[in-house]
């Protein structure tokens, strides 16, 4: 049974390359393409493909899209394919919905399999996808199930600080400089708000702070997220 797809991106030149790419196999299935989140929800609601190939970041798309296109769509499988890499990228497209995660620069082999993977209702993360994971230490099958508690818990305003720091992507040595202190006594910072809130990474803290609303999501979606090392 053929897997049908619809490409979105605003990028005539890459939709067309994806085109191109994934017509040559004869068990995918090119059903649409969309340069905006509007013509791509007109698709899903009137052809119900199986796998939607989205780049979320480009203009006219958001993360909330992939949110829209599930709620059109329940049996929809989407895939991401971004040039972007960053952990606090990953966890909102997981957050949203993504099933499978890719890059504009992954290997032809890598894009099919995504499709085909996700076509079967598997996941699929490309190498850098994957490393990334590894680096922010994001478990994939616990994100859309992870509940943080935002009740009130005993935060120092310093800590408040760090946190609203971490979420938009500084290491420690970052906000050592911005909050003028030692890298040392961000670290100590760091495991101090990590044992308050009950939680073991920086992606989990990145979520108590969107939900908390020290910071919001679009604040930080596009800007490359450094790793927690300091």
Avoid: W
């Avoid at 067309?16 to 929800?41: H, M, Q, W, Y």
């Avoid at 499978?100 to 085909?116: F, G, T, W």
């Avoid at 935060?155 to 290491?171: C, D, H, M, P, Y």
């Amino acid at each position: 049974m053929d897997i049908q797809v619809v490409i979105a991106d605003s990028n005539h030149i890459v939709r067309c390359g994806l085109t191109a790419i994934l017509s040559n196999f004869p068990d995918i299935r090119i059903v649409g393409e969309a340069v905006n989140e509007e013509k791509l929800k007109e698709l899903v609601f009137n052809f119900s493909p199986r796998v939607v190939l989205i780049d979320f970041l480009a203009p006219g798309f958001s993360v909330d899209t992939v949110q829209e296109l599930k709620r059109i769509s329940e049996n929809l499988r989407v895939v991401a394919i971004t040039t972007e890499q960053s952990g606090v990228t990953i966890v909102n497209a997981l957050k949203a919905g993504v099933d499978s995660y890719i890059k504009k620069d992954c290997d032809i082999h890598e894009i099919v399999d995504s499709v085909q993977e996700t076509g079967k209702g598997s996941k699929f993360f490309c190498g850098q996808i994957l490393e990334a994971i590894r680096r922010e230490s994001i478990d994939p099958d616990e994100i859309n199930g992870l509940e943080i508690n935002c009740e009130p818990v005993s935060l120092s305003r310093r800590e408040l600080e760090v946190i609203k720091l971490i979420a938009e992507g500084n290491t420690n040595n970052q906000i050592a400089e911005k909050l003028y202190l030692s890298a040392h006594t961000v670290n100590t910072h760091r495991k101090n708000i990590m044992q308050k809130l009950g939680v073991n990474n920086t992606a989990s803290i990145v979520m108590y702070a969107v939900k908390s609303q020290l910071v919001s999501p679009n604040k930080f979606l596009f800007s490359p997220v450094n790793s927690a090392a300091g």
